[in-house]
């Protein structure tokens, strides 16, 4: 990637979120295999692969890297209704923090395309 | 949000990063070698004897002959004599047997330990105008360089012109009930040192003797047992020592128990008198050592202090004093819990818990294994039980009662009600007996429970249920009930609970992995006890859902963590003992223990709510007539910060009720430090206010002036993380405060 000295204030804050979420994504990987592997829930590590993912296409300025993570967080609803119905009390721990994330990373998707696109000219000069 | 979420992530991140650190007290699976001390069995079980050779062991206790510590006899009082039961005088006829409409006579209100007052100007309308009408500051709080080992848990008792209440280290006090001012004050310089797990005392305990013509000092006197061990009688009027009781209005506790130290053993419940005798029991720390001091229950006359009889679980038969170098024999189940006197069946009843080593039971003989965790009907003529009822066999869950129990008249099938008791549990299963006979009334099951983890120590094939009672506890826990505030501490707690064994509530103790005790040791009903309203006859339960988190270490391992007993030479205060981690020195094994929770947020790893209040229907079928969580969120949050909120998410709590004839239920018990009013028919909180420090007491209600007061102790609890004070706070109506 190539480096180049007039980023933005928000692209930054766009890397700083790519960051959060691949380091949330590796805890999910490495803590929800050993959870799978004690016999628990699989979703962590399956959603944890997504978020590791999600977090390196955003730090390659990618926009993908946002959409996986909204699928990651579509398959977290799902995946939350389905283990504790409509309970707010427990939809909390599970979808509150995502959901919160994924708000701002859908406020990326424009910084991540201007980043997208910037790369797309400079490649074609 | 977003900052708050970052925080959330960087705490999930550290824990990752270090989930066993964060837990180190557990062994990983399989780390700290073989058990270095060899399985128990015949040969090696017997408490050593005069002539054993001392345990050498830098983290042993010295010999159960060796000489008690200095300060241990705290007022240096000689030996007390002994006399027979036929010598106790007849009892004259006491406040508590019938108290008088405006009166808190005894811890429970009546003999019956009800809670229950007929007061009525306090109904679901009128409190709600309900304001502070004075305060009492006791003065027992922690000093800088002390430990917080504070929780007062004082419910006063009223009688007549007196509010008298005792302090957190056991200065007994007369108020007047109207104004609050200190009408007298008896200090009893109880040590810091003295103070074991906590500094509590629940009540005091009024007594009229029938000796001492009514116009003379200690007619009317105050009885209360100290942290140091001390029963302690004065006089009621002026709050003088009764020079007839005892030395000087004093009793020294610690003769016949052998070696000790300041702290190991201490009385924090005020004591019953049965047709004329005192009953005593104590508490003994937790977890410290096999032959720690014994858990003997002690008649004495009320009138003269002299000793009348014991109960020595060791020594069945034998009801005298120890002489010379002998003492009760150690390691016995104690009592902590507040007993409840029957004079009509001449009866009192001893809430029990576990023998000392409390995790692991390989080592107790069977007259422990029958009466521990249980309900044991002494005879107060002669200390020797009528009946036992047990609610966990071979307990090793620290499912200790701590309970008062209290008698009601149970409608039977016919016109003539039985005389009933109700055995509330740590469990959850609160138990309804026969109290002349112990025999159940309301139907039990025995049901299969798990079989036992390590070898040299099996489990009891089944335990008891009442299935005639409302559980008071929830479901099994399942890995989805863990809980956080985001995903990162809830896939935390799941691998906690993966990680350890469970297979309910009777989970045996394990040495390979953790595992989860729920209920646990602060589960179910604890020492709030319950109330009863025999008008209406309905019970009020408040109690919790807290699981513990506990693995047996090897002595190597609880070596290397420093842990040994408080009476071990080397020991140094703050050095692992407490309740916590315990070394259980005499045993192949040591106890590590926490909450369930995760340890950097303090918050616990299941789903609320963590505490509960229920009212059941004793007349009509025991039905629950509602249920609800009990405590808000507002002084309660990650890290222990407080979130201001006022969701009901029921926290835990300590401290018990009161019930009305105005129809109300006074409690505060939850650790967001606020008393409520609740309507009794319909579970409605219609009144709260919050208290300048925790709510853990009973509190308790009276009439002065023609005006009801409310009287709660906001003393705060060490364990229950809520603030410590040193104040009494009394409620009224603005018409009551104005006089």
Known sequence: MPITNNRTLTEWLTLLLGVVILLVGLFFVIAGGDLAMLGGSTYYVLCGIVLVASGVFMLMGRTLGAFLYLAALAYTWVWSLWEVGFSPVDLLPRAFGPTILGILVALTIPVLRRMESRRTLRGAV | MRRSYLLATAAGLALACSPLAANAQFAPAGSGGPPSATIPGPGNADEPKENTPPNSSYFAGPSPYAPQAPGVNAANLPDIESIDASQVPAMAPQQSATPAREDWPAYGRDDKATRYSPLTELNPETVKR??????????????????????????????GDGLYMCSAQNDIIKLDPATGKEIWRRNLGVKYEAIPYTAACKGVTYFTSSVVPEDEPCHNRIIEGTLDMRLVAVDAATGAFCPAFGHNGQVNLMQGLGESVPGF????????????????????????????????????????????????????????????????SRGTPNSWATMTGDNEQGLVYVPTGNSAGDYFSGLRSPAENAVSTSVVALDVKSGSPRWVYQTTRKDVWDYDMGSQVTMMDMPGSDDTPTPALIVPTKRGQTFVLDRRTGKPILPVEERPAPAGNVPGDSRAPTQPWSVGMPALRMPELKEKDMWGMSPLDQLYCRIKFRSAHYDGEFTAPSLDKPWIMYPGNNGGSDWGSMSYDPQSGILIANWNASPMYAQLITRKKADSLGLMPIDDPNYKPGAGAAEGNGPMEGTPYAIAIAPFWDPVTKMLCHRPPYGMITAIDMKHGQKVLWQHPLGTARANGPWGLPTGLSWEIGTPNNGGSVVTAGGLIFIAAATDNMIRAIDEHTGKVVWSAVLPGGGQANPMTYEANGHQYVAIMAGGHHFMMTPITDQLVVYALPDAIKH
Do not use: C
């Not at chain 2, 502070?132 to 008792?157: C, D, L, M």
């Not at chain 2, 032959?291 to 003269?304: K, M, Q």
């Open chain 2, 130 to 159: 309900l304001e502070p009408a004075f305060v009492y500051h006791t003065g027992s709080y922690p000093r800088p360089g002390q430990a917080n080992k504070w929780a007062a848990e004082t419910t006063p008792i009223k009688v």
């Open chain 2, 265 to 328: 053993v201490a009385m924090t419940a005020p004591p019953p008198v049965v047709n004329g005798v005192v009953v005593v029991n104590h508490e003994v720390l937790d977890g410290q050592r096999r032959w720690a001091p014994s858990g003997v229950v002690r008649g004495y006359d009320a009138e003269s202090g002299k000793f009348v009889w014991a109960w020595d679980v060791g020594n069945p038969d034998d009801h005298s004093q120890p002489t010379g170098n002998r003492h009760y």
